[in-house]
T-cell receptor, first 108, second 113 residues
Framework: GIQVEQSPPDLILQEGANSTLRCNFS?????LQWFHQNPWGQLINLFY???GTKQNGRLSATTVATERYSLLYISSSQTTDSGVYFC??????????FGAGTILRVKS | NAGVTQTPKFQVLKTGQSMTLQCAQD?????MYWYRQDPGMGLRLIYY???????DKGEVPNGYNVSRLNKREFSLRLESAAPSQTSVYFC????????????FGPGTRLTVT
């Protein structure tokens, strides 16, 4: 089955700093989502982005499907950005497979 | 719209007890899913229902059964709970099984002692 690798596994930022999270996947996909799991455990949809670039406020994401990776950019980080960021991908006709996540801690 | 709702939020069971986790969505989605999340890991698919009247096994189905009661509701049953089923359970829904965004409920934290 498809493999999903996220990097870095852990990241500590000072408030106001920028960061880039990476998701590599091993096969062609037709669905890629980024989620934020907040400290209360809730999964929040950030982007549905099987290809191209999208922006939402301080967050943006780019997926290069031909090179099998996606990037999540967080600018001007805030303490409320803390939590775990998951990338999840789906092979055509198959299931959504999650990466292990990146744990982000933003310090004030 | 409430989106995806789950009950209960927390549950403690003794080994061998049974229980049913309930999930409902009000987005008129065709497909629904049950996942489990173990500490320090991503989510793994237990079962899914591509459309009303159909259910299929996911990655980790052993020890679970599901029922797609109608288009809105999808329940997960543990017939004889085991400590290995201690986990956080998430329900999700999407417009269809492929190529559409999945939306998640708030989760049920289950402990089996």
């Amino acid at each position: 089955g498809i493999q999903v690798e996220q990097s870095p596994p852990d990241l500590i930022l000072q408030e106001g700093a920028n960061s880039t999270l990476r998701c590599n996947f091993s096969d062609s996909v037709n669905n890629l989502q980024w989620f934020h799991q907040n400290p209360w455990g809730q999964l929040i949809n950030l982007f549905y982005i099987p290809s191209g670039t999208k922006q939402n406020g301080r967050l943006s994401a780019t997926t290069v499907a031909t090179e099998r990776y996606s990037l999540l950019y967080i600018s001007s980080s805030q303490t409320t950005d803390s939590g775990v960021y998951f990338c999840a991908v789906m092979e055509y006709g198959n299931k959504l497979v999650f990466g292990a996540g990146t744990i982000l801690r933003v310090k004030s | 719209n409430a989106g995806v709702t789950q009950t209960p939020k927390f549950q403690v069971l003794k080994t061998g007890q049974s229980m049913t986790l309930q999930c409902a969505q009000d987005m008129n989605h065709n497909s629904m899913y049950w996942y489990r999340q173990d500490p320090g890991m991503g989510l793994r698919l237990i079962y899914y229902s591509a459309s009303e009247g159909t259910t299929d096994k996911g990655e980790v189905p052993n020890g679970y059964n599901v029922s797609r009661l109608n288009k809105r509701e999808f329940s997960l049953r543990l017939e004889s709970a085991a400590p290995s089923q201690t986990s956080v359970y998430f329900c999700a829904s999407s417009k269809s099984r492929t190529a559409y965004e999945q939306y998640f409920g708030p989760g049920t934290r289950l402990t089996v002692t």
